[in-house]
């Protein structure tokens, strides 16, 4: 164990030391004496509690059970307090623990054994990886709460920590306020042995006796002759283990024995039978315990397993596919020549059922090799988007972003390089805002050519079945040329006026009420999920309500199954809110519940979920 910098450790220390793994120490918890333990790696059940910072997962000795113990609570085994803080008076179980550390020292084997399996060493993410899976959990969720909810169904009576019945003092779990994170949690109490007939009468609390000393070898004396003792009193695994975070929870029961003051420690003292800190609490072995988590959530084993994030294949367009309700619809094409800036996800769509409907198209993409299918289906290609505006009479824009749709106009062999855009129409459907659009507006006005924004809502999958809702805004004649494109690729067509950026402000708006609904949508099949309830069942329901909406309906069936392949990009939903703070911040209008939208959206992306579905907020959600 090394030193660090001077800092205090506690109100009568200066020295502040960094533990590791196996280092003995001293654990202070309220309501407890400080109490030997060991530092070790946490297991399954204390990685799903809130805790402190600066705080480590600590193994105590005798009761062997593990907790979080801030470091300030905290010091060395060995030390100039060792004598001091094993003379004091102490209960039976504390000299109990003194002998079980002492036979540590001597042969670590089996409680090194007993750790890792309680641990579980090989088979779970360590703590690092889960603070990375569950960075911005809400604080209020309770991961135990599908536990209860199982074994309460099987006829398992749960031990409620903190419940006003609870009569003795509730332990800590992980710093002396941990009993604020954890009201209302429970931690269920499981006994594979029949409950006694008869139970050992309690009297009450006695009152302090004189302090005894104990010195190492009386306390290995007393341990061996408790131990021996303890075959004798085994009574009901019900009652209250003693130490610091017994089976229950709970404190220790003084009782009182002759004249001289004890702590009760039903079942026996501790045996070293127990294989790990769940099992031991729960009086339940391994196999059991894993097999009743199996049997409770077979999804709440793999929480700590990150699902691999693979970025979705990029599906080459089909331009053979022909959508049923656009064969349907009578579309005459126009004759006049249209070109298209962009052949994204949302472009490429479109571009195909502009040429599979006669429309003359001329396309540009910064990726040049997305153009070859277009080339072969009967499109022209463009070197540059400035070829694009001298060959077409009317510019089609759809890029990812207000800044790419800037620089398109305004950059390099951009649009407004042509100088004299007389007779030229510049329809610009990329997702913008207001500002952006007014701009662009202005420098196509400047260079005499005529503007309509056309903002596009809809996903991937109505553009390839012509069912987008158009909300069109700019020059009224620039829209009725448009008609035709228009009728090919939209179920609806709404002209909003000619003030340029109210059809901005109308799609943002839309897209607004989407993201919460998705992020809402999310968090509940999370929890049904942690509930362990189906989740096919929940959609089917929910298809039965008021409420069902067949967008919500569909990105649901996406989250049970999984499947996130982009047909809205998460990272352009979290743009458009993006958009719509920023725009709401210069109203000083307040919309607290988009900002928290906003921020599960970035946390989505933060995890990698950046090019899939937006649906893919779940997998934030759920984890």
Not at 204 to 231: D, E, T
Not at 406 to 421: E, S
């Amino acid at each position: 164990m090394s030193k660090n910098k001077k800092l205090s450790l506690s109100s009568d220390s200066t020295e502040k030391f960094i533990y590791k793994p196996k280092d003995l120490i001293w654990a202070k918890m309220k309501g407890f004496t400080p109490w030997p333990g060991m530092i070790v790696e946490p297991p399954l059940d204390l990685l799903s509690q809130q805790r402190r910072a600066n705080t480590k997962c600590v193994f105590f000795f005798g009761s062997r059970n593990f907790a979080w113990i801030e470091e300030h609570n905290i010091k060395p085994f060995e030390g100039p307090w060792k004598d001091e803080l094993a003379k004091v008076s102490k209960p039976a179980a504390f000299r109990h623990a003194m002998a079980d550390i002492d036979k540590y020292v001597d042969n670590p084997t089996e409680i090194d054994g007993q750790i890792d399996v309680s641990c579980g060493m090989g088979n779970h993410a360590t703590e690092a990886d889960f603070d990375k899976i569950r960075d911005g959990l809400d604080s209020d969720e309770n991961p135990d709460a599908a536990a209860v909810a199982s074994d309460t169904n099987n006829g398992v009576v749960p031990h409620v920590v903190g419940s006003p019945d609870d009569e003795s003092e509730v332990p800590p779990l992980a710093s002396e306020n941990i009993a604020n994170a954890v009201a209302g949690a429970t931690s269920p109490v499981v006994s594979t042995t029949p409950t006694a007939k008869s139970q050992v009468k309690r009297t009450p609390k006695a009152k302090s006796s004189a302090a005894v000393a104990v010195s190492s070898k009386q306390a290995n004396k007393a341990a061996s002759a408790k131990s021996a003792a303890a075959q004798k009193r085994r009574v009901s695994s019900h009652l209250t283990p003693t130490g610091p975070l017994g089976s229950s929870g709970k404190r220790g029961r003084r009782v009182a024995s002759g004249d001289v003051d004890q702590y009760e420690s039903p079942g026996g003292d501790y045996d070293g039978a127990s294989s790990s800190s769940l099992a031991a609490r729960a009086r339940i072995d391994t196999e059991t315990f894993l097999g009743t988590l199996t049997k409770r959530a077979p999804n709440a084993i793999a929480l700590l397993d990150r699902p691999v994030v693979t970025r979705p294949e990029t599906k080459t367009i089909d331009m053979n596919s022909r959508s049923n309700t656009l064969a349907d619809r009578d579309i005459v094409a126009s004759d006049q020549i249209f070109g298209f800036l962009g052949l994204g996800m949302m472009g490429s769509t479109i571009v195909k059922d502009l040429i599979y409907t006669g429309h003359k198209v001329v396309v540009w993409n910064r990726t040049i090799d997305k153009c070859q299918p277009f080339v072969e289906a009967g499109a022209e290609v463009k070197d540059t988007p400035m070829d694009v505006v001298e060959a077409a009479d009317i510019i089609f824009c759809c890029v990812s972003d207000p800044k790419g749709a800037k620089d398109l106009v305004f950059g390099n062999c951009g649009v407004l390089q042509l100088k004299d855009l007389r007779n030229k129409a510049y329809v610009e459907m990329s997702t913008i805002d207001p500002d952006t659009s007014l701009d662009i507006g202005e420098g196509i006005k400047q260079c005499n050519g005529r503007y309509l924004e056309a903002q596009i809502h809809g996903s991937r999958q109505e553009a390839a079945e012509g069912m987008l809702i158009i909300l069109a805004g700019g020059d009224r004649s620039v829209f009725e040329e448009c008609h035709s494109c228009f009728k090919t690729i939209a179920k609806n067509t709404f002209f909003l006026g000619t003030d340029v950026g109210n059809a901005c402000k109308v799609n943002l708006i839309l897209q607004t009420i989407l993201g919460v609904s998705l992020v809402g949508l999310a968090e509940a099949l999370a929890l049904a999920d942690r509930f362990s309830i189906s989740l096919n069942d929940i959609i089917d329901i929910f298809d039965l309500t008021s409420m069902k909406s067949p967008l919500l309906l569909a990105k649901g069936k996406e989250m049970a199954k999984g499947d996130f392949n982009p047909q809205q990009p998460l990272s352009h939903m979290q743009r458009d809110l993006r958009l719509v703070l920023n725009m709401a911040e210069n109203l000083d209008q307040s919309m607290p519940v988009t900002s928290i939208t906003n921020e599960v959206f970035k946390h989505t992306k933060r995890l990698g979920y950046s090019e899939h579905d937006s649906s893919a907020v779940f997998v934030r959600s759920r984890f």
